[in-house]
């Protein structure tokens, strides 16, 4: 298991539509294993392949507080509804956070790391952001294509001085 090196806005396997993985092999089990390392190593909550120079269909998830990491191969929504305005961050765009809209119930379909096909549903939770945003990747898509201008995007110093003043009166 290594950590693998991220990929930053910027770099096109971010921008490429992923391909469906055909075979589970023990390679790609070094890949999904390498992934986790890499999304722990960076402290984030999920992880697309593209994120790191892969055009696989695969995506790695590990909410805060939770043991079990969700895998999730080829991927793809079953179901969305609602709408909701949630602050999103990415680790291929470091150090910013900006509100975006998504969907306020996700369920998606995927196959777990040995090949079986499970559904997993969020209703407005993290979990229902990682989904989306992780199945945004493997298309292509970056949570700043949902901006309307970079203005939008709050550098992370600014939104923690503005908690510590909020904290502090």
């Known amino acids: ?21 055909k075979k589970i092999d023990d390679a ?28 696989e269909r695969v995506a790695v998830i590990h909410l805060p507080e939770e043991e079990d990491i969700i895998v999730l191969i080829n991927p793809q929504f079953v179901k969305r509804s609602g709408e909701r305005i949630v602050e999103e961050g990415c680790l291929s765009i470091p150090g910013y956070v900006a509100e975006v809209k998504r969907s306020e119930s996700v369920t998606v379909k995927a196959l777990d790391r040995e090949g079986r096909s499970f559904r997993v549903k969020a209703k407005a939770d993290l979990l229902a952001n990682a989904l989306e ?20 995007l709050v550098p ?4 923690e001085e503005a908690t510590v003043a909020e904290d502090e009166s």
């Open 28 to 55: 790609f089990q070094r890949l999904i294993d390498d992934m986790i390392d890499t999304l722990h190593d960076a402290h984030g909550v999920g992880l697309a392949a593209p994120q790191v120079g892969r055009s």
């Open 1 to 21: 298991m290594a950590v693998l090196p991220l990929r930053f806005a910027g770099d096109p396997v971010l921008r490429r539509k992923t391909h469906n993985v």
């Open 156 to 159: 992370l110093e600014k939104r």
């Open 133 to 152: 945003h992780e199945l945004d990747h493997l298309d292509g898509v970056l949570y700043i294509d949902y901006l309307e201008s970079a203005d939008q």
